[in-house]
């Protein structure tokens, strides 16, 4: 990805690294503008020169505030402390990663799509793999999920530093400049700019038709969930799953379950469960030209998605909405077709008609739909594999004067974003997934994290200046 950002100035400038340390082939456009200049000290040496050329200024800068702690969260976060900006970083770290998905899962995306971003070098799973002495990894190796975690938890030790755990309980506009953020813990502190990168969190969607099953919200043990509540999904072993979904999430899900001993039947609305084709590691040149490779696939559309969110986010917003409808959709990876082709029984061209709640605690599911299959279907739990919806008012830590005054994407619940990913509201500012609307299907992916924070990180920080 071409990637670059404004140069930061914040008082003097640090030193100028060692050149042979930081040569611009080993750190790459991004990281030789953070300060006009390479930059390639560790945390520790960044902070001590932060401290020698700022220790004079009084008061010290309010913080930015940095909701969330998974991919773009920690980017956003290393981006900021390289620069000398206070920031504070509020989550588990991978969280979503750690407790949102279950136990034996691996990555959809392939290892040059999930770096999380630094201004340094030496930040990519690649680097995290040799670190651990482990196989240099492929187009051909499946990422586990516990992997990806531990380079999570590794990234942020070497280029974040401090994460706090506290939970934001508000954020609301601060008398004069700046933000209110209050924890659940009752501390109270003034943020010069926040950047919401709270991931997934809330935006589980469940179908209307499915919802009253579960009035007291879905859950691991009531009749109804979604994927985002499980770490484990052996707890269904001997019992009958309706997997409702034709994604990545259903797929794996489904495969896992049945592998635990349970007795699964996924149900897929469209009429065909598409995979991905098996990478090619050797593409000739005709094929690099008619179908340029990407991050996220090959093909032109998907390199324009995956180089250009600022095009994206040009278009009309009924372009950006057919494209986050249709390109990227629903699909299980490469290697996850032997596992569910001849042993998962999938029902393509059926959905729920009707869902029914039976004294027994069981759930009758009525089908509907142009597909092969049953028209019927008592099981013991409905897993919705659903996917995820955009919605500002899901993020509830936002005080409600704070949401009524954000400015949507037309035609949805995203926020409208600058192309430096802040909202209508100065100072605030949204990545990841709730920056989909405005930039594109490639939000939704860990790859996307270093244009988001490359652009984000310097406008937060001349707020804190």
Avoid at 89 to 111: E, I, Q, Y
């Amino acid at each position: 990805m071409t990637l670059g950002w404004e140069g930061v100035t914040t008082g003097q400038r640090p030193p100028r690294p060692d050149a042979t340390a930081s040569t611009p082939r080993a750190l790459g456009r991004g990281a030789r503008r953070i300060w006009g200049c390479p930059v390639a000290q560790p945390l520790s040496k960044q902070a001590d020169i932060h401290a020698q050329t700022h220790h004079k200024q009084t008061p010290r800068p309010a913080p930015v505030a940095v909701i969330g702690a998974g991919p773009y969260g920690l980017s956003v976060a290393a981006f900021l402390r390289a620069a000398g900006t206070p920031v504070r970083v509020f989550g588990v770290v991978m969280g979503s990663w750690r407790h949102d998905m279950a136990s034996g899962m691996f990555l959809k995306s392939t290892p040059d799509a999930v770096d999380l971003a630094a201004p340094v070098p030496g930040a990519e799973l690649a680097d995290f793999v040799r670190s651990e002495g482990r196989p240099r990894l492929t187009e051909l190796t499946p990422i586990p999920c516990a992997l990806f975690v531990r380079y999570g938890q590794w990234f942020r030790t070497r280029h974040v530093g401090e994460v706090e755990e506290s939970r934001v309980a508000s954020v609301a506009r601060a008398p004069g400049r700046g933000f209110t953020v209050r924890l659940e813990d009752g501390e109270e502190f003034t943020a010069s700019a926040v950047v919401v990168a709270s991931g997934l969190t809330g935006l589980a969607r469940i179908p209307s038709t499915l919802a009253h099953l579960a009035p007291g919200g879905p859950a691991a043990d009531a009749p109804l969930s979604h994927t985002s509540q499980h770490a484990d999904l052996s707890v269904f072993a001997g019992k009958r799953v309706a997997v409702i979904g034709g994604g990545q999430s259903a797929l794996e899900s489904a495969a896992l379950m049945q592998e635990s001993g349970a007795k699964v039947d996924v149900l897929v609305r469209a009429d065909r469960v598409i995979f991905g084709g098996r990478p090619v590691l050797g593409r000739s040149r005709y094929q690099r030209v008619t179908k340029p490779g990407s991050p996220l696939g090959t093909g032109w559309a998907l390199a324009v998605i995956c180089r250009s969110p600022e095009f994206i986010r040009r278009l009309p917003s009924r372009t950006r909405r057919w494209i986050l409808r249709r390109v990227l959709g629903p699909s299980g990876g490469w290697w996850l077709r032997d596992r569910v082709d001849g042993l998962v029984a999938v029902h393509t061209g059926r959905e729920v008609a009707k869902a029914e709640l039976l004294p027994d605690g069981r759930v009758r599911l009525r089908l509907t739909g142009s597909g092969s299959g049953p028209a019927e279907l008592t099981v013991d739990h409905v897993l919705a594999a659903t996917g995820y919806t955009v919605d500002i008012e899901a993020t509830r830590f936002l005080a409600p004067e704070l949401r009524a005054e954000l400015a949507r994407v037309p035609g949805t619940q995203g926020p409208r974003l600058a192309a430096d990913f802040e909202s209508s509201v100065p100072g605030l500012y949204f990545t990841g997934n709730l920056a989909a609307p405005a930039f594109g299907p490639v939000m939704r992916f860990v790859v996307g994290a270093r244009y988001a924070a490359t652009r984000i990180a310097p406008a937060a920080a001349r707020h804190a200046r």
